[in-house]
C-alpha cells in the first residue's frame, strides 16, 4: 500500500515516542518564570513553523502571526489586563477572591516575546470545506497552531502563558487588528528559570487534577470503565512514569 | 531559582526536540489509510492520558471522552455524515463541485475507534478563573486537547481523522449527549497503510500551502519581514530538513 510519496507507518521509536510525551506532560502555562533572554531567530522561526502545521478545516489555513516585542505595545497591552482582571477579581468571594488577587497570570512586559495568534473567518472565501456545518471549525483550527506552538516550545525550553483576560474589542483596538479578524490566543513566550513540576493552580490549590478515569466513556455517555477499567492500569503506569501527582 | 519540585528548565535534547517537530510536521488527516487492527488497551490510555494533559482555562478540565467501537453507533452517525456532506456538496460550483465529490471525507467504519471530544461548559460553576471576558475559553482548552491527542497518536503510528460535516444536533442526539455539553471534534482512530507525505487536500489540488513569511508580522498588524526577513532563513533549513513542499 505504501507509496513513494508516502511517510513510515510504524510508531516512532521509544525514546523518539517518549520525548513526544514528555513535552505534553511537562509542558505548563508560565506566568513567573520567565528570564530576559533573547530568543534566536532560529528558534522563532521552528516555533512558527510548527504553529504553521497545524491541521486545518479545509486546509484553509486561517492564522496570522503578530509578534510583539516593542515595550510600549507591551505595556499599552499589560494595561487592558490589569483593567480587566479588576473586574475578573470581583467575580469572586471571600477566600476564592483573596487568592484570586494573589495569583500573577501574566508575563506581559516579563517575556522578550508577546504573540497574538489570529483567525481570519474569510480567508479561503465563505464556503469552506469542512466548516459548512460547523461554523467554530476554523477558529479550532487556529487553537490547534496555538498548542503545536506550545509543545514545540516546550522542547526547545521556552515557556508560554497564555493571557485571556481582555476586552476582546480593547484588545483589537490595541493591537490594530483588523475587524473580521478574530484574535484567538494572547502568548507571553520566553525562556525560563524552571518549568513547574505541576500546573500552578494546581499547585495553588484553586483545583486538582480530575480522575481520568471519570471522564473516558464507552459507546454510551456516562458509562466510564469501572471497578474493572481496561485502561486504568495505563493511567497508574503513566502517573508513575512521568511523576505527576 | 530552581526548587526541588521543579523540572529542568533547558532545551531537550536535539534527538528528543526533533522528535516532537516530527510528530507536528508529519502529523495527518487521515480519511483513507485506517487498517482493521486492534489498538491496544495500553497505547489507548497514553492518547487518552495525553489529551488530559492539555491546558485548560482556569484548570477547568472541561473534556469528556466518549468511545465508540460499536458497529451499530458507527453506522448511524456515518448517515448523518452521509445526508450532510449531499447538503455541503452543493454549496460548490462546477470542478470544484466535481473534486469535493471525490474526496472521500471520513473514515467512520474503517477505524476501528471513533472518539467523541466533548467540552462541559459548567464543569467547575458559572465564574471561571480566565473565562470571565473570553467566553470560548473552555471550548478552546478542549481543542488543545483534541491536538495533543492527535500528536500523541502520530508518535503511536496511530492516524486521526477529524470529521465536521454534521449538524451538532444530530450528532447530540446520535450519542445521547446531554444538553449542556458541547461536541468539540469527532475523530476516527486507527493504526495506517501509510502517513502521506503531505496533507490530502494540499495533494489533491483543493489549496497549497501558504507562504509562512506572508503570515508573520512584526509589533504591527501587516508589517511581514519583508526581504530581509530574519526568520525567512530558518524556513528555508525547515523545508529541506523535513522535506516538505
Not at 131 to 140: A, G, I, P
Not at 144 to 171: D, K, M, P, T, Y
Not at 217 to 239: I, N
Request: aromatic fraction near 10%; proline fraction near 5%; charge should be negative.
Amino acid at each position: 500500500m505504501t507509496t513513494s510519496d508516502a511517510l513510515p507507518s510504524q510508531p516512532f521509536p521509544d525514546a523518539a515516542r517518549d520525548a513526544v510525551y514528555q513535552a505534553i506532560f511537562s509542558r505548563r502555562d508560565v506566568r513567573s518564570q520567565f528570564l530576559p533572554k533573547t530568543i534566536p531567530d532560529d528558534v522563532l522561526g521552528r516555533l512558527l513553523m510548527a504553529a504553521h502545521h497545524a491541521p486545518s478545516v479545509g486546509f484553509m489555513q486561517p492564522w496570522n502571526f503578530l509578534l510583539i516585542r516593542s515595550a510600549e505595545t507591551k505595556a499599552r497591552i499589560q494595561a487592558l489586563f490589569r483593567k480587566a482582571n479588576d473586574e475578573a477579581r470581583t467575580q469572586f468571594k471571600d477566600e476564592r477572591k483573596d487568592l484570586y488577587t494573589r495569583l500573577k497570570l501574566e508575563g506581559i512586559l516579563d517575556a522578550p516575546i508577546n504573540l497574538c495568534i489570529t483567525c481570519d473567518r474569510e480567508r479561503t472565501g465563505q464556503t469552506v470545506l469542512g466548516r459548512t456545518h460547523m461554523k467554530e471549525m476554523d477558529l479550532y483550527s487556529t487553537v490547534c497552531a496555538v498548542q503545536n506552538l506550545w509543545l514545540a516550545a516546550r522542547a526547545e525550553g521556552i515557556g508560554v502563558g497564555w493571557v485571556s483576560i481582555f476586552h476582546q474589542h480593547e484588545l483589537k483596538s490595541a493591537l490594530a487588528i483588523p475587524e473580521n479578524i478574530v484574535p484567538i490566543a494572547y502568548l507571553c513566550l520566553g525562556y525560563v528559570s524552571e518549568f513547574l513540576d505541576r500546573p500552578e493552580l494546581e499547585k495553588a490549590g484553586w483545583l486538582s487534577r480530575l480522575p481520568l478515569e471519570d471522564l473516558v466513556f464507552h459507546d454510551t455517555w456516562g458509562q466510564t470503565g469501572g471497578e474493572h477499567d481496561p485502561l486504568a492500569e495505563t493511567y497508574e503506569t503513566l502517573r508513575q512514569q512521568y511523576g505527576y501527582a
